[in-house]
């Protein structure tokens, strides 16, 4: 019975085997054609893999030219914006001075005019005649100096009036 019972089992065995032979036929089958399909569907999407990628690049290239472009105009605008501020700073400085000059001189004219009446008083011509009018403290002192300069003149006039013998003074 034990021989019979080996023979059933080694025939089990053998068509298990046999079995699995065909499955693995089957599935090895399957996977080749699966392989198969994958180079197919490989080599059919490389075309457009390629063409996405080339698309890719050609938008980065036109992205580059758009930055280069900017970053040109940037640098440009910096140039003309840089070249204004020294033009207005230029200005503001001479208009700076200009005021300054217009100052002084508005200062120094009425000033020397006075130190001139001044010097020609103390010479002795009292004959003189300060043209500077105002309402600044310059104003005032062309005014002061004025009524100096006629009281001066008069007292002048009235020591010439004793001098020529009119003592009615």
């Known amino acids: 019975y034990r021989a019979e019972g080996q023979l059933a089992s080694d025939r089990q065995n053998a068509q298990n085997i046999i079995d699995s032979v065909a499955e693995y036929r089957q599935i ?20 457009i893999g390629e063409a996405a990628t080339n698309t890719i690049f050609d938008v980065l290239s036109e992205i580059n030219e758009v930055v280069s472009i900017q970053v040109t105009q940037t640098r440009t605008s910096a140039s003309a914006s840089l070249i204004l501020s020294l033009l207005i700073s230029a200005a503001s400085v001479v208009a700076a001075i200009s005021f300054a000059v217009i100052i002084v001189r508005s200062i120094t004219q009425p000033v020397n005019e006075i130190v001139n009446s001044a010097d020609t008083i103390a010479l002795g011509d009292v004959d003189v005649h300060i ?6 403290e310059l104003g005032i002192l062309a005014d002061s100096f004025r009524t100096m300069a006629n009281n001066i003149r008069h007292q002048a006039e009235e020591v010439e009036k004793i001098a020529d013998g009119d003592f009615s003074v």
């Open 131 to 136: 043209n500077y009018v105002s309402r600044d």
């Open 28 to 47: 090895s089958e399957e996977f080749g054609e699966l392989c198969d399909s994958s180079k197919q569907t490989i080599n059919e999407t490389r075309p």
